[in-house]
Structures are given as C-alpha cells and as structure tokens.
C-alpha cells in the first residue's frame, strides 16, 4: 500500500510549492521519515479515536500519522501560509480525515472549536516547548496525556526530579500538572532542515496537583523565588519571597523544610505545601 505520509521529496517539494523557506525563529524544522512519525504516534499511547491538539502541524508530517492512526486532530499552526494549505494538502490524501486547522499563536490560545482533545501529541518549536506545555496544561484542562518532541536537553529538564542537575523551574511546574517520563531520543537526521541539536521524546500523563490551600500562581511564585538562585540555601533565596531571612526560615520550619537545603533537593509536594507558609505582609 502506497503511504499516505510525506517523505522528503514530498516535504521539500511541498515547501517549495508554497514558497515556505523554514525559520529558525518559528522552530520549523519538518519531519520527514515514516518510522520516526508512527514511533511519535504509537509513544503518545492513544485511546482509540480520540482527538489529538498538535501544536505547529507545519507542512502535515505528523498530522498524516495522527490521522492515519484513526484519531481526528485539532492542529494549530502559527504560519498562516502553512495553516492555510494544511486542510488541502491532507484532503489530497486522506479525503475522510477529521481535521480542524486553527491559525494562531499556542502560547496565546483561549479555547478550541469543535470537541475538546483529550490528549497532546507535538514536535514543538524548541524555542517556545516548555511555556506552550505549561500553557496548554493549564488553558487545556481535557487534555489527559500528551507526548511531545523538544529538544533533547530540554526533555532531561522536563522530566527531571530532586537531586539531579537538570532539575529545576520547568520540572516543577510540569510535576504540577502532570508525571512527564523519556520516551526515546531522534536524531537531527529525520528532520528538513536537520537541527544541530538531539531530540527527546517526552510522554505526559495529567494528574491532580498536589494537595494544598495555596493557589497555583502562589506555588509558581515560591518555585521562581528558589531557583533565581539556585545556589543559596532555601533560607537565602527565598529572603525576598519571605520579607526578610528570619521570615523565610520560619516559613520553611512551619513547612517541614530544612531552611539550609537547596531549592533543587525540593519536589512540588513539599513547593505546595511552602507556598501556603508565605509570611502576610499585611499582618
Ligand atoms: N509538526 C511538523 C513536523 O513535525 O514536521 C512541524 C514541526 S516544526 C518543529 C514546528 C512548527 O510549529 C512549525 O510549523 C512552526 O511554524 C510552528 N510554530 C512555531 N511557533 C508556534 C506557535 N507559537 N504556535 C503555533 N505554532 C507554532
């Protein structure tokens, strides 16, 4: 059976035909080997049917697999060229694809049309990976698991816990929302143009968040206050956070935290239960 999937000749001849020069600033580098499309596709561990939210469709790559493993996709492409030849070019192919383009910016995105999706499948634009996950998780609430293609230092990041070197901001936050798990590396080879960094495959899966009276902006804010700087001691880094020194320390005791340990040795449980210790200015 022909393959509906675009190979390179098909995505530079494409390119071409729209006048699409890829740009380093929109992350737009198009994936153009089958193997790697269905690896992405059968990583993101998908209920059958359901829909998919795929952020930067591009020139379909992905999209071809999504919709050729039997799931409708809501795409969202921020190059207006692209997000107007997508619903053509995939009908040519697959003529009963259920596919809703939007053109737009992800990280500015306030509610989809059509069914929500209930799970994210994306190879990002490495510039902007990380505020669209956490955008998507927090404006996207259906969204029940997700897999995402970043770049590879940037998975190491996302799924890192206390204690290691690539724990920090982006950890957190994402340990809010969901359990972020490696799920394999690719090469620069399988992309048009190919970039000069490794990619990572990064699978998400939505929990609830950890219990605590304190908002979500609250628990952000103590888990930017500690890793500004990352060096100090807790007591140290979050002074400012806290009023003054002796007013982080007790925040952090009444928390259970040792005020000498680092931010980085703190997972978002024990961040969620320091917001809540937040000394009231007003008091
Ligand atoms: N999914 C395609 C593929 O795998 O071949 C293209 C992936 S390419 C790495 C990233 C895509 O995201 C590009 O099509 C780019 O135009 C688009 N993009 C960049 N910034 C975006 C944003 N803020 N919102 C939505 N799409 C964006």
Not at 46 to 65: D, M, N, Q
Not at 163 to 189: C, D, I, L
Not at 255 to 272: I, K, M, N, Q, S
């Amino acid at each position: 059976m022909e393959s509906v999937l675009l190979g390179p000749a098909e995505i530079r001849a494409q390119a071409a035909r729209l006048g699409i020069r890829p740009t380093k600033t929109l992350g737009q580098n198009f994936l153009h080997d089958g193997n790697t499309i269905r690896r992405i596709v059968r990583s993101a561990r998908l209920l059958p049917a359901e829909r998919v939210l795929e952020i930067g469709p591009g020139l379909g790559s992905l999209t071809l697999g999504l919709l050729e493993a039997g799931h409708p996709v809501t795409a969202v492409e921020i190059d207006p060229v692209l997000a107007s030849a997508l619903p053509g070019s995939v009908a040519a192919r697959m003529p009963q694809a259920e596919l809703e383009v939007v053109t737009g910016d992800a990280l500015r995105l306030a509610g989809l049309p059509g069914p929500a999706p209930t799970a994210l499948v994306a190879n990002l634009p490495y510039n902007v990976a990380v505020p669209v996950v956490l955008h998507l998780l927090e404006t996207v609430p259906s969204l029940a698991r997700g897999l995402v293609m970043v770049q590879a230092e940037v998975a190491d990041r996302l799924v890192a816990g206390p204690g290691s070197r690539t724990y920090g901001v982006p950890s957190v936050k994402v340990a809010w929302y969901a359990a972020a798990e490696r799920a394999g590396a690719v090469p620069p080879s399988v992309f048009w143009p190919a970039p000069n960094v490794d990619s990572g495959l990064v699978r998400l899966t939505r929990r609830e968040p950890p219990a605590t009276t304190a908002s979500r902006a609250e628990v952000f804010a103590v888990v930017d206050a500690a890793f500004a700087q990352r060096r100090k001691t807790l007591r140290a880094a979050l002074a400012g956070w806290a009023g003054s020194p002796a007013a982080s320390e007790e925040a952090l005791v009444a928390a259970g935290v040792d005020p000498r340990a680092r931010g980085e040795t703190l997972d978002v449980a024990g961040y969620a239960r320091l917001a809540r210790h937040r000394p009231d200015p007003h008091r």
